[in-house]
């Protein structure tokens, strides 16, 4: 098979030729967003050049062509995650679909019901499931995370079989630590109590590619922006029973069957969760971005991920005074560190004075930061597009930074 050839896409993504600062860019802050190549700009621009109408409504040409990709790229999506079509709904991001799920299941949950989480989860998939428990009077739970923040299957197969919830949701990877959740013995443990299982793959949508109906969750939200695509794009993939029975989130045009002055009946899914107009452009963006994703080999992509992040981790794990917190065996490519007792930000803000774009803080994980008795890291995430240079430059980079600290 042929190698994975990195000149080549490096020279597919703008952003990432430039100097920052006096210095070449180096962007390892791919966990907050990724870069997107040339022909996901390119099918933007297209779209609002000549292609411009808004979908499901006009009968005329650029409607209909407008219309068409629209529910190509659903399709794509569909296919790049091994599930129907029908079973793939439309929002603006992984955040969204998160609050989609959690007000459409609440009909279902009652107070004697338990919702589980975990300590590791985004904001994002917290904060709706803490909603919707005080909405019901529902328990909110967490799974058990070990000191080090891994998961002790084991042990948490226990939890989950003890507390026969009524949900659980859990992120595929997360997103301060990178660490990959080994997702198949908790989700078979679910299933066998009758709970199911919501999972965000925010951060594994990309690095991971899974196969869903192979997996098995009952539910999977993911962003766009963090997969190649466009921002203020997104889905939810939903098993189709559950996802048609599920309340709908918001509601207005396109959803409706019949409307009369007093009352109104919905289409199925996944229609009925997809009111007003939606992104169509961005949705024809992600469209290509997975185009280009999808022709790449996910086991050369995975085993190039693998060499960079080895490589940081050990280049990094060198320098005295760090301490990481990322799994590093298990990992889509982020390192989550800090130096001494040095805040976050003053190391981030000196990284970017040498062309270095990490991010740094909590990450939306404030629960994981307690965890970890600390206030924030620094985290540099890492994708196909960063090269031997970029982990060369951000640990020179980082040296000279901490110079400058001590
Ligand atoms: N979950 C995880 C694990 C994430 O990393 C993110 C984005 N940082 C989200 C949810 C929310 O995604 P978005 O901001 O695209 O809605």
Same mark, same amino acid.
């Given at each position: 098979?042929?190698?994975?050839?990195?000149?080549?896409?490096?020279?597919?993504?703008?952003?990432?030729?430039?100097?920052?600062?006096?210095?070449?860019?180096?962007?390892?802050?791919?966990?907050?967003?990724?870069?997107?190549?040339?022909?996901?700009?390119?099918?933007?621009?297209?779209?609002?050049?000549?292609?411009?109408?808004?979908?499901?409504?006009?009968?005329?040409?650029?409607?209909?062509?407008?219309?068409?990709? !629209?529910?190509?790229?659903?399709?794509?999506?569909?296919?790049?995650?091994?599930?129907?079509?029908?079973?793939?709904?439309?929002?603006?991001?992984?955040?969204?679909?998160?609050?989609?799920?959690?007000?459409?299941?609440?009909?279902?949950?009652?107070?004697?019901?338990?919702?589980?989480?975990?300590?590791?989860?985004?904001? #994002?998939?917290?904060?709706?499931?803490?909603?919707?428990?005080?909405?019901? %009077?529902?328990?909110?739970?967490?799974?058990?995370?070990?000191?080090?923040?891994?998961?002790?299957?084991?042990?948490?197969? %226990?939890?989950?079989?003890?507390?026969?919830?009524?949900?659980?949701?859990?992120?595929?990877?997360?997103?301060?630590?990178?660490?990959?959740?080994?997702?198949?013995?908790?989700?078979?443990?679910?299933?066998?109590?009758?709970?199911?299982?919501?999972?965000?793959?925010?951060?594994?949508?990309?690095?991971?590619?899974?196969?869903?109906?192979?997996?098995?969750?009952?539910? !999977?939200?993911?962003?766009?922006?963090?997969?190649? %695509?466009?921002?203020?794009?997104?889905?939810?993939?939903?098993?189709?029973?559950?996802?048609?029975?599920?309340?709908?989130?918001?509601?207005?045009?396109?959803?409706?069957?019949?409307?009369?002055?007093?009352?109104?009946?919905?289409?199925? #899914?996944?229609?009925?969760?997809?009111?007003?107009?939606?992104?169509?452009?961005?949705?024809?963006?992600?469209?290509?971005?997975?185009?280009?994703?999808?022709?790449?080999?996910?086991?050369?992509?995975?085993?190039?991920?693998?060499?960079?992040?080895?490589?940081? #981790?050990?280049?990094?794990?060198?320098?005295?005074?760090?301490?990481?917190?990322?799994?590093?065996?298990?990992?889509?490519?982020?390192?989550?560190?800090?130096?001494?007792?040095?805040?976050? !930000?003053?190391?981030?803000?000196?990284?970017?004075?040498?062309?270095?774009?990490?991010?740094?803080?909590?990450?939306?994980?404030?629960?994981?930061?307690?965890?970890?008795?600390?206030? %924030?890291?620094?985290?540099?995430?890492?994708?196909?597009?960063?090269?031997?240079?970029?982990?060369?430059?951000?640990?020179?980079?980082?040296?000279?930074?901490?110079?400058?600290?001590?």
């Amino acid at each position: 098979s042929q190698e994975f050839d990195i000149t080549k896409i490096r020279n597919d993504f703008p952003t990432l030729n430039q100097t920052l600062n006096g210095n070449p860019l180096v962007y390892l802050d791919s966990g907050a967003t990724s870069q997107k190549p040339q022909s996901v700009i390119d099918a933007t621009t297209r779209f609002y050049n000549l292609g411009n109408a808004n979908v499901h409504r006009g009968r005329h040409t650029l409607s209909e062509r407008a219309t068409e990709q !629209y529910e190509a790229a659903r399709l794509k999506i569909a296919d790049y995650f091994n599930v129907k079509a029908n079973e793939i709904v439309w929002t603006k991001g992984a955040t969204e679909a998160l609050n989609l799920l959690a007000h459409g299941l609440q009909s279902q949950i009652t107070h004697e019901d338990t919702v589980l989480i975990t300590p590791l989860e985004h904001h #994002a998939n917290i904060v709706p499931w803490q909603v919707l428990t005080q909405n019901t %009077g529902a328990t909110l739970s967490a799974l058990p995370l070990e000191q080090n923040a891994t998961f002790n299957i084991a042990r948490c197969i %226990g939890f989950i079989t003890h507390t026969k919830a009524k949900v659980l949701c859990i992120s595929q990877a997360s997103n301060t630590l990178g660490n990959i959740t080994n997702l198949a013995p908790l989700i078979a443990a679910a299933k066998a109590v009758g709970t199911l299982v919501v999972v965000d793959g925010a951060q594994g949508a990309m690095h991971l590619r899974p196969n869903l109906k192979q997996l098995g969750c009952d539910f !999977y939200v993911f962003s766009a922006h963090k997969m190649l %695509g466009p921002t203020g794009v997104g889905g939810l993939y939903g098993r189709y029973e559950l996802l048609n029975a599920l309340t709908p989130y918001q509601t207005g045009g396109e959803m409706i069957d019949t409307v009369t002055l007093e009352k109104s009946t919905y289409r199925d #899914a996944p229609a009925k969760f997809e009111t007003g107009t939606p992104n169509i452009a961005g949705v024809i963006g992600f469209s290509a971005a997975i185009d280009y994703l999808s022709a790449l080999n996910i086991q050369q992509l995975q085993r190039y991920e693998r060499t960079i992040f080895n490589y940081a #981790a050990t280049q990094l794990s060198k320098i005295d005074g760090v301490t990481i917190y990322s799994d590093l065996n298990n990992n889509i490519g982020t390192l989550s560190f800090n130096y001494k007792a040095e805040h976050p !930000y003053d190391l981030a803000t000196l990284l970017d004075g040498f062309g270095v774009a990490v991010r740094s803080g909590h990450h939306c994980t404030q629960p994981l930061m307690h965890h970890l008795g600390v206030k %924030g890291t620094v985290r540099a995430s890492f994708a196909f597009y960063n090269t031997h240079q970029d982990v060369d430059n951000f640990i020179h980079a980082l040296k000279e930074s901490i110079d400058l600290l001590d």
